[in-house]
T-cell receptor, first 114, second 111 residues
Framework: DTAVSQTPKYLVTQMGNDKSIKCEQN?????MYWYKQDSKKFLKIMFS???????INETVPNRFSPKSPDKAHLNLHINSLELGDSAVYFC?????????????FGDGTRLSIL | DAKTTQPTSMDCAEGRAANLPCNHS???????VYWYRQIHSQGPQYIIHGLKNNETNEMASLIITEDRKSSTLILPHATLRDTAVYYCIVREDNYGQNFVFGPGTRLSVLP
């Protein structure tokens, strides 16, 4: 059973389009995250939600808007896509907000902007 | 930027122990050391974490120096499936959730 699942796995689209990436976890975790991995393989946090509430909102363009309809889901909507948005986006979850809890990652969504 | 430095790559013979070093000379007293790995085309996988004491679980052992400025991840009997990029991370802020994964160490387990 997949613990943290993201869809789609690959997303190829043109500049200026709006797209969404979905994430679901079946682990019963309270906290979910979105990360961006750039071409140099650096993985940086973008957003963190705890019990559907936004906790961390790093310096990310406001074209990126996360939405958490319930504890098991954290979706990422991106408006007016730009070339620099090309990256791999990872969703993750942890049991609680406790920083000692390990994070479980999905397999990523590879976003390519043409 | 990541607060850790790791070798870019390492090789290890199958069945032998893989020892992956990490320097974190600016680590503060309440920061934990975490290790994750990323196998090609997959998401990062949690391995182990620790504060001061050495830790062991079913995957690996973590040895932290007494001054906490460096640590070593040990895979006791490396297999071909352990080939991956290994990330050593310390928490970035008081919230403890802002992981910044640096370039890591690319471990190649050779038959």
């Amino acid at each position: 059973d997949t613990a943290v699942s993201q869809t789609p796995k690959y997303l190829v689209t043109q500049m200026g389009n709006d797209k969404s990436i979905k994430c679901e976890q079946n682990l019963g975790h309270d906290t979910m995250y979105w990360y961006k991995q750039d071409s140099k393989k650096f993985l940086k946090i973008m957003f963190s939600y705890n019990n559907k509430e936004l906790i961390i909102n790093e310096t990310v363009p406001n074209r990126f808007s996360p939405k958490s309809p319930d504890k098991a889901h954290l979706n990422l909507h991106i408006n007016s896509l730009e070339l620099g948005d090309s990256a791999v986006y990872f969703c993750a979850s942890s049991l609680t907000w406790d920083p000692n809890q390990p994070q479980h990652f999905g397999d990523g969504t590879r976003l390519s902007i043409l | 930027d990541a607060k850790t430095t790791q070798p870019t790559s390492m090789d290890c013979a199958e069945g032998r122990a893989a020892n992956l070093p990490c320097n974190h000379s600016t680590i503060s007293g309440n920061e934990y050391v975490y290790w994750y790995r990323q196998i090609h085309s997959q998401g990062p996988q949690y391995i182990i974490h620790g504060l001061k004491n050495n830790e062991t679980n079913e995957m690996a052992s973590l040895i932290i120096t007494e001054d906490r400025k460096s640590s070593t991840l040990i895979l006791p009997h490396a297999t071909l499936r352990d080939t991956a990029v290994y990330y050593c991370i310390v928490r970035e802020d008081n919230y403890g959730q802002n992981f910044v994964f640096g370039p890591g160490t690319r471990l190649s387990v050779l038959p």
